[in-house]
């Protein structure tokens, strides 16, 4: 079956509250901070937002529908999308869909979280039934043992080296040098990153992410709606979402991305050689690489030579994580699965001050996220174009 396409849609002002380590405002101040900014932005009536997609760890004992309480939104189209770094793609997806179907004008997409001494230990006691029984016993408090089984599964069995991995933070790092919006800026070596201590091996601290509060935004609606409005906006050219793939796999070793890239590029119209800048979900460098190889930028396996034969700074062949993706900027909890979409938007829309990629026609941007004990369940990735 040939999915509808996404050609009347238009994403519209990407936001961030900006990322801080520590905070003691709760997620619900996180979320209205992005709402309040998008209506700055948009200059549209908080009455004219019919639609609403929220993306939340610490928004509890609250939902999403508690959430319209608090900032007094009246829509009549509702999601809550708790898919961590897919939710972004999925958002965007549901929001679409709404708007096509005339369910909703227009829908806000808002993902944001809290970080503080209670925050991050309460998330991982009740994550899943998967992490209690699985990761907990063995003394890991969070996905850091879980990632560290991939990525020494994936380097058993592609070859793949701790300097490969290197490489990619070294280079969002430089990215990131030019983003005002991320909370780590100084330079970062492949010295320092190889002698960093560990923390699980194969993984040592800068294959980590940081922890942080803070929220991300954007706008979905009609093309018609945005140009009577005069609103920028960004066209969707595809959009895929994979939950659950491959199960039967003892490891993972790939993501749904490999199940679903032929039928994004085909209602994208373009390949992947057609794309300016890749935002991939990096909360582990192991995890990009699994989206190059997923999405068709070079074969299953073959993502070490690919890194070792590009150069993913701002200036470079393959320009990658371009605001320094989470790796740099921080990860504030289910906003980390929209940072990759804002700042693609941002690319494609000229809006990326200071870190502007030449001539960005076209982004591709990825989501993962939702990791049990073994694997990620959540997959996701959109082709965004320039209007």
Known sequence: MIPRGYDTIALCCPVTEPYVRRSEHGAAWFLARALRRLLD???????????????????????????????????????????????????????????????????????????????FRDLLASFSTFSRDAVYPYGAGGPNASFALIADAYMRATGATREDFGKLAVSQRANAQRNPLALLRGELTLGQYLAARPIAEPLHLFDCVMPCAGSDGFLVMSEERARTLALPFVRVLGAIER???????????????????????????????????????????????????????????EAPGFVRGHDFTLDGSFPHNTGGGQLSMGQAGAAGGYLGLVEAMRQVLGQAQGRQVPNAHHALVSGFGMINYDRGLCSAAAVLGRA
């Open 41 to 119: 932005a948009s200059r549209v009536a908080k009455s004219d937002i019919d639609g609403l997609c929220v993306s939340s760890f610490t928004l509890a004992p609250d939902t999403a529908v508690a959430f319209t309480q608090h900032v007094g939104l009246s829509p009549r189209f509702l999601e809550s999308l708790p898919m961590g770094g897919a939710c972004g793609v999925i958002a965007l997806r549901r929001a679409a869909r709404a708007v096509q179907a005339g369910d909703a004008g227009i829908v806000a997409c808002i993902a944001g979280d809290t970080a503080n001494e209670a925050s």
């Open 243 to 301: 939950h659950n793939a491959f199960p039967d796999d003892a490891v993972q070793l790939r993501g749904g991305w490999a199940m679903d890239r032929d039928a994004l590029w085909s209602q994208s119209g373009i390949g992947p050689a057609d794309v300016q800048l890749v935002e991939t979900y990096d909360d582990y460098p192991v995890i990009s690489m699994l989206q190059f190889e997923g999405l068709g930028f070079c074969a299953p396996g």
